[in-house]
């Protein structure tokens, strides 16, 4: 139901701000910057309304592609002085629809597309419009390296195990603040925006430019294999031994359990490690089971980034959740492969292309590698992050998946807890939760101190005119 009432809420705000915001925005930027309207033929409207699942996009009324902070800064004071709903789009991966779009003004950061490296503070300066892959291809001739997505979005990396949520390694943001300010802000310049944003969404403004430390890069080995049916218990147990025995920071895996046609229930297995060989006792016992895909090499980080099986369900419709948990026990891990099938079964004539749950078994060390206390996590202890992953064609199903990702996540953490795990108080990763989940449970105790900075730094509340969740 929620959906529905969010998308005739919209339409109907929509309907009351005519094309003129867009007029004016066009006569008040530069020309680094553009509008474009939906009559626009060369596409560029279009590109910039894309994401990477349909139910996140949305027609506005026309797209904006600043190319300055100065333009960012007129458009984000006409839009708060109109009231206009508006859009911010990085790189379009947000699962939830109308947290980067809207039928209002589209923003979409793509011409903040630079990578500028400098070696002598071992710092990258990241445009906010880039998507990882271009960002690890424009640091690969320098050598190195920033603890970026595994495929996009700000959080989890291959190099998490090793140096942490890709927020620890940001030294600066530049940022235009609702009032149209635009400012640089560090730790030492603003500890309070330095802290929020660091996991504090689109509440703030709008970023323009990330600095992000770096790290050497040299040849990584690994890729991903497709299990079978068959394999599965065999491929469970290895998966048990990785998450309970394995320290070495530089190994990484991300096992997903999911429904591919045409194969049926297979386990899809990234195996990541951080040089060209890995050391003996990894992953000999996932490399001794047969698989149906096999792409595992010495490679460049990009090439192992790119492979292509990332893209399996791009253009459909989509949506995420999530369980932390503490560990991933056999229990669990055979709990999450029941809930595979049981929902396959369930979804599949209801529409349903994709149904996956992958399995993050991350060292518990990760979390202390933020010096800084940041937003995103506030945590009693170590956790791991389940993403429940489902997608679907009938646009007139959306409820029904929403609702099978809450009863699924529900479930797993039942079992989690009836095997002892203590879930309670464990944040969920603010970038795989559902658009309807309680603040709370993202940012915990930090929510306070949140929408305290939230309400200085953006009294009109001009943030809350785009969606997303919101302090
Ligand atoms: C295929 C796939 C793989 C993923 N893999 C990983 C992974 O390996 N690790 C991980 O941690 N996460 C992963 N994610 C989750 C990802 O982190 C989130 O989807 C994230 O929101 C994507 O950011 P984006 O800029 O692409 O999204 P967008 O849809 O562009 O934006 C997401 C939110 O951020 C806001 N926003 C975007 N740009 C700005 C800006 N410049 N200033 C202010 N606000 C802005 C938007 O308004 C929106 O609310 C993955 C998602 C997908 C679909
Ligand atoms: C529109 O996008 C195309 C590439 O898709 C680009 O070549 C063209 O310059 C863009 N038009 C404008 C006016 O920016
Ligand atoms: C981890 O290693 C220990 C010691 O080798 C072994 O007893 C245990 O079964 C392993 N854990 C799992 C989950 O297999
Ligand atoms: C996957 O998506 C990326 C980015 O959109 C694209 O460059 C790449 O060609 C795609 N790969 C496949 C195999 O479709
Ligand atoms: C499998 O999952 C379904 C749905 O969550 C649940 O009702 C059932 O009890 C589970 N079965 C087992 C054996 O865990």
């Given at each position: ?220 080995w690994g890729?991903?294999v ?8 065999a491929v469970?147990a290895a998966?048990?031994r990785f998450?309970?025995n394995v320290?070495d920071?530089?190994a990484?895996l ?15 297995n990234?195996m990541?490690y951080?040089?060209?060989t890995p050391p003996a006792g990894i992953f000999e016992e996932f490399l001794a089971i ?6 595992i ?175």
């Open positions: 139901m929620r959906p529905t009432i969010l998308v005739a809420t919209l339409v109907l705000a929509s309907s009351t701000f005519g094309l003129e915001i867009c007029d004016r925005i066009q006569s008040g930027i530069s020309s680094a910057s553009a509008v474009y309207y939906s009559t626009d033929v060369q596409g560029n409207y279009t590109q910039d309304l894309s994401h990477w699942a349909l139910s996140s996009t949305q027609s506005s009324l026309c797209t904006v592609e600043p190319g300055t902070a100065d333009d960012v800064s007129t458009i984000i004071r006409l839009l708060g002085s109109t009231r206009t709903p508006f859009a911010v789009k990085g790189g379009g991966h947000t699962m939830n629809p109308g947290f980067s779009s809207t039928t209002g003004v589209h923003i979409s950061m793509s011409r903040f597309s630079r990578v500028k490296y400098d070696a002598v503070t071992g710092t990258a300066e990241i445009g906010s419009g880039l998507i990882w892959d271009e960002v690890y291809a424009a640091l690969d001739p320098f050598g190195v390296n920033v603890v970026g997505g595994r495929a996009s979005g700000i959080g989890y990396s291959f190099k998490t195990n090793q140096f942490g949520l890709t927020a620890d390694t940001v030294t600066a943001f530049e940022l235009v603040k609702p009032n149209g300010n635009v400012v640089y802000v560090t730790a030492s310049a603003d500890p309070d925006l330095f802290f929020a944003l660091k996991g504090g969404l689109n509440n703030f403004g709008i970023v323009t430019k990330f600095t992000l430390k770096t790290f050497p890069q040299g040849k990584v890729g991903y497709v299990y079978g049916a068959d394999q599965i218990p469970s998966v048990g998450s309970s320290t920071p530089k990484s991300v096992p997903s359990y999911m429904f591919l046609e045409p194969f049926g229930t297979v386990v899809s990234i990541f951080d040089g060209p047969p698989t149906l895909i096999t792409d090499n010495t490679r460049s980080f990009l090439s192992l980034v790119q492979a292509p099986q990332a893209n399996d369900s791009s253009g459909a419709r989509g949506a995420f959740h999530t369980v932390s948990v503490r560990e991933f026990t056999p229990t669990l891990i055979d709990a999450i492969l029941n809930e595979t099938n049981f929902w396959a079964s369930k979804l599949n004539p209801e529409g349903a292309t994709f149904i996956s749950y992958a399995v993050e078994p991350f060292l518990p060390s990760i979390y202390t590698h933020n010096t800084i206390p940041t937003a995103f996590p506030d945590s009693p202890a170590a956790f791991m992050p389940l993403n429940l992953y489902f997608a679907w064609t009938p646009f007139t199903a959306d409820a029904t998946f929403h609702d099978a990702l809450r009863q699924s996540a529900a479930h797993i953490t039942q079992v989690a807890i009836a095997e002892g795990q203590a879930l309670k108080k464990l944040p969920l990763y603010s970038n795989y939760a559902l658009f309807d989940t309680p603040l709370t449970r993202l940012y915990g105790i930090n929510l306070p101190r949140l929408q305290a900075i939230k309400k200085k730094t953006d009294p009109r509340d001009v943030m809350g005119l785009a969606g997303g969740f919101k302090f």
